[in-house]
């Protein structure tokens, strides 16, 4: 059976694990957690990247650092991940959904202003499978109202939007450092800004509500409780394997692209003969072939699809139900305008078997199996 995921796994992270060991600091903000932080900053040319235990917390975070306060409005996606709307849910806030684009599968950066209202506080773009939001649209509306924008780059680390990292372009980036994605910590994420003022409140925020980040600089002789907060530290056995993938970012990068081309290239007669649909990654994206997805003409299809290739040993999935669709997503939220395409679009994708470790012949065995599914002749 090929397997959908696998948690990547490059050899080296068993050396940093040990180093932290013997180092004799487990606990969060240890060498591990900084090195990842400040190689992070480097690379994708960031003012500050905290490491955190999530991406959900990240995007938490940022709900608090952006006062969402309940009645406020906060616009997103529908098609996205329950998180994405739960931080900000969870400081009370209302959110309005905009349709999507069937292109990337990410927010219609067209159908956003309609969407403004005297109560929108922030636009929450996802950059679906890697590939960026058309981002000099969302930044120019929320310039014009006054509004936050708060990127969920959880499946967009190392991936880009016109020479810019994805997580760097608004207000705050959210990153997600869990197993399924392209560089792990099992469970973990990041959440980076700019603003280097956002950076006393949100390391507070992020230890509990106290100063004990001062404390460990040296800045204060003792720390104290200074406002809200809670327990956003991964501890450094997480963020010494984390390390080890940051280190081989260029090599699992590169494998995820050659074995996306082989798929994009595997496929493309089908999509040719009209019978199924591959991604689009727009001329101002590079992606980071965060995911491989198909699209079959309909649900129906779609099913039966999953269930031959399953058949023939090859595990597929689909992905996001429509959050306004879902029992929390019509209590607290509504979907502004017309549904065109995030309940359509989303019926006919199917994702096929995608992570650093998979191997040519496993793709080129997908790639048979979807040409041999009876339908497609
Ligand atoms: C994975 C994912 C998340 C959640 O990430 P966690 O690190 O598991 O909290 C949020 N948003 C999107 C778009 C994701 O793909």
């Known amino acids: 059976m090929i397997e959908f995921n696998r948690a990547p796994h490059v050899g080296t992270e068993e050396t940093y694990i040990e180093q932290a060991i013997e180092g004799g600091k487990l606990c969060g903000d240890g060498p591990f957690t900084k090195k990842c932080s400040a190689w992070m900053k480097e690379h994708f040319q960031s003012g500050e990247v905290l490491l955190t235990t999530s991406c959900t917390h990240?995007?938490?975070?940022?709900?608090?650092?952006?006062?969402?306060?309940?009645?406020?409005?906060?616009?997103?996606?529908?098609?996205?991940?329950?998180?994405?709307?739960?931080?900000?849910?969870?400081?009370?806030?209302?959110?309005?959904?905009?349709?999507i684009r069937p292109d990337t599968m990410n927010i219609d950066e067209t159908k956003i202003e309609a969407a403004v209202t005297e109560k929108?506080?922030?636009?929450?773009?996802?950059?679906?499978?890697?590939?960026?939001?058309?981002?000099d649209t969302i930044l120019g509306i929320a310039k014009k109202y006054g509004l936050k924008v708060v990127e969920d780059a959880a499946q967009g680390v190392n991936a880009w939007y016109k020479g810019r990292a994805l997580g760097t372009i608004g207000d705050f980036g959210c990153y997600s450092f869990h197993e399924t994605k392209n560089y792990t910590m099992g469970e973990g994420g990041a959440l980076l800004f700019q603003e280097e003022?956002?950076?006393?409140?949100?390391?507070?925020?992020?230890?509990?509500?106290?100063?004990?980040?001062?404390?460990?600089?040296?800045?204060?002789?003792?720390?104290?409780?200074?406002?809200?907060?809670?327990?956003?530290?991964?501890?450094?056995?997480n963020a010494a394997y984390l390390y080890g993938q940051l280190l081989a970012c260029d090599k699992i990068n590169k494998k995820r692209l050659e074995l996306w081309?082989?798929?994009?290239?595997?496929?493309?007669?089908?999509?040719?003969?009209?019978?199924?649909?591959?991604?689009?990654?727009?001329?101002?994206?590079?992606?980071?072939?965060?995911?491989?997805?198909?699209?079959?003409?309909?649900?129906?299809?779609?099913?039966?699809?999953?269930?031959?290739?399953?058949?023939?040993?090859?595990?597929?999935?689909?992905?996001?139900?429509?959050?306004?669709?879902a029992p929390a997503g019509r209590r607290f939220g509504r979907f502004c305008g017309e549904d065109v395409y995030t309940t359509k679009e989303s019926e006919r994708l199917l994702r096929l078997?995608?992570?650093?470790?998979?191997?040519?012949?496993?793709?080129?065995?997908?790639?048979?199996?979807?040409?041999?599914?009876?339908?497609?002749?």
Not at 199 to 226: C, H, P, V
């Open 197 to 237: 003022s956002y950076l006393e409140r949100a390391e507070i925020l992020r230890e509990k509500g106290t100063n004990r980040s001062k404390f460990f600089r040296g800045q204060i002789d003792k720390y104290t409780w200074m406002d809200y907060g809670s327990s956003y530290l991964p501890g450094e056995l």
């Open 120 to 135: 929108t506080r922030a636009i929450v773009p996802v950059h679906y499978a890697g590939v960026a939001c058309e981002m």
């Open 353 to 377: 078997p995608m992570f650093y470790n998979l191997r040519e012949e496993d793709v080129d065995k997908v790639i048979r199996t979807v040409h041999e599914f009876p339908d497609f002749r």
């Open 58 to 99: 990240a995007l938490e975070m940022s709900a608090f650092l952006c006062d969402i306060h309940p009645g406020d409005e906060v616009i997103m996606p529908s098609y996205t991940f329950v998180s994405t709307a739960n931080a900000f849910v969870l400081q009370g806030a209302k959110i309005v959904f905009v349709d």
């Open 261 to 325: 081309y082989r798929y994009y290239q595997g496929l493309s007669d089908l999509k040719e003969a009209g019978w199924i649909e591959l991604p689009t990654v727009p001329e101002y994206a590079v992606h980071n072939a965060h995911m491989f997805y198909i699209k079959a003409r309909d649900l129906e299809q779609r099913t039966r699809l999953i269930s031959w290739l399953k058949e023939h040993g090859v595990m597929s999935v689909f992905h996001y139900i429509p959050l306004h669709s």
